[in-house]
């Protein structure tokens, strides 16, 4: 299992792919890493407009992760 956390505009380490599902707040998507293509991944973008004023729903699913 691999976290990776970075300030970086995702743009720039991830080529996205297709959406794998919906969810309250956001969507996870296929990504492939720019200098390793080979590898596949699970991305779940998060939006943040949505989770304005919903903050400790956000902190669960992000404890859920």
Do not use: H
């Amino acid at each position: 299992d691999l976290v990776f956390t970075s300030t970086e505009d995702i743009s720039k380490i991830y080529t996205l792919g297709k959406v794998l599902g919906v969810g309250s707040f956001g969507k996870v998507v296929t990504a492939r890493m720019i200098k390793n293509p080979e590898k596949q991944f699970a991305i779940k973008i998060i939006e943040k407009a949505k989770c304005k004023g919903r903050e400790d729903i956000l902190a669960n699913e992000i404890y859920v992760l």
